[in-house]
């Protein structure tokens, strides 16, 4: 599989002779003998095969950052829950009551 930062990532990798084979005898077994499959056919399963790992490589990535983000909140956090009323007032007095 290509590396993200390469020219190649957004192109479908070349399929192996391992993987049209395996692919060819899977399309056999579902269709069974009389049944004949072209190369889009098989094409089909190996995009939709190449579409899922992709997919799966977004949601760990999304997974990943939601993680980040979620660590880096409490990180951030004020340890005291009277800080957030504090700075309210503080900021209150600052404008004044004038309405």
């Known amino acids: 599989m290509p590396n993200a930062a390469s020219p190649d990532a957004d192109h479908y990798p070349m399929p ?3 993987d049209i084979a395996r692919v060819s ?4 077994k579902i269709g069974g003998p009389n049944v004949s499959w072209g190369s889009i056919n098989v094409f089909d399963v190996l995009v939709g095969e190449h579409r899922l790992k992709m997919e799966r ?3 760990d990535r999304l997974t990943r950052a939601t993680w980040v983000l979620a660590g880096s909140t409490i990180v951030l956090a004020p340890r005291d829950g009277r800080a ?3 700075d309210h007032r503080e ?7 004038a309405g």
């Open 16 to 18: 192996s002779d391992d």
């Open 25 to 28: 005898a899977l399309l056999r």
């Open 57 to 59: 490589l977004a949601s």
């Open 84 to 86: 957030d009323l504090r």
């Open 91 to 97: 900021l209150t007095k600052t404008r004044g009551t």
